[in-house]
Nanobody, 127 residues
Framework: QVRLVESGGGSVQAGGSLTVSCAAS????????MGWFRQAPGKEREGVAG????????YYADSVKGRFTISQFNINNTVFLRMDSLKPDDTAMYYC????????????????????WGQGTQVTVSS
């Protein structure tokens, strides 16, 4: 079983940067796909970034491409999402997720690709 704990959320002004972390524990070797999702009030949860652990192939939503960067697992089994040039529209609860199946361009942004979720960390961007 895998457990995920997010941290690093907070408040930042538009144009600023923030990095959120996702610490994984448990059977990490069963994880093949890591994703970051976000949910703003009144909106559906959407995928923002994913990484296929085996190949380090990364995927991004069009809305964040060029501004957000997802990392591979580091030595402490932590995955990061670095967010630059933040906009008020990026305000949301950010969740990391782990999946046993691989990530592919057609599937990484679907919640069905993941079976373990963290509790979320709030990111607020003010104008």
């Amino acid at each position: 079983q895998v457990r995920l704990v997010e941290s690093g959320g907070g408040s930042v002004q538009a144009g600023g940067s923030l990095t959120v972390s996702c610490a994984a524990s448990g059977y990490i070797n069963r994880v093949n796909c890591m994703g970051w999702f976000r949910q703003a009030p009144g909106k559906e949860r959407e995928g923002v970034a994913g990484i296929y652990i085996g190949s380090s192939t990364k995927y991004y939503a069009d809305s964040v491409k060029g501004r957000f960067t997802i990392s591979q697992f580091n030595i402490n089994n932590t995955v990061f999402l670095r967010m630059d040039s933040l906009k008020p529209d990026d305000t949301a609860m950010y969740y990391c997720a782990a999946g046993a199946s691989g990530c592919y361009s057609a599937s990484w942004s679907s919640e069905r690709a993941y079976n373990v979720w963290g509790q979320g960390t709030q990111v607020t961007v003010s104008s």
